[in-house]
């Protein structure tokens, strides 16, 4: 195989986290990532005891963690420690969070069922892939945004504050605040004015 990293004193965690290209065999990674499946294991068994007793689990799995955040498991992540999320948000079943590179979600929001948040990014050349060549884009989720169930968000988007984004809805690129945007890939339908509480969208 050819040698991407020739030259490149880097071990391949450092190549993830600096966002640039590697392969996914470090030791550290692998110990993070089993960390991570055990504690959501943990956490999601715990939940069905008692949802506040379960919280200090996923306090340990999520990197930062604000009052108030409801997390419905089963959630399913990669390393969770590369995850932020703020105060008063809302998130059901079955959340796919592939932090990869960062993925924040602000304060206030509503995220639905079957939501994917997707960092990782691969070649499109084939050999590169083929080599197991991949890299991350971060993903950041403004306050007050509302996720449709089955939303899937891509590698490098930002959506912006108090925006909603339709149910099924596939995010390729950056959502400003204040929309509704749907379909795939996602498109701005209107704005939102604040005068308009009670409407729902998909």
Known sequence: MKDYFDGDPRTNRERMLAGDLYVDDDPENTRAQRRALRLATEYQAAYLQDPDDAQPLLAELIGSLGAGVCVRPPLFVDYGSHISVGEGTFINYHLTALDVAPIRIGKDCQIGPNVQLLTPTHPVEPQPR??????AQPITIGDNVWLGGGVIVLPGVT????????????????????????????????????????????
Do not use: C, F, W, Y
């Open 130 to 135: 083929r080599d197991k060549l991949e890299a």
């Open 159 to 202: 959506i912006g504050d108090n925006s909603v984004i339709g149910a099924g809805a596939v995010v390729t690129k950056d959502i400003p605040p204040n929309v509704v945007a749907v379909g795939n890939p996602a498109r701005v339908v209107r704005a939102i004015q604040e005068d308009q509480g009670g409407h729902r969208t998909h």
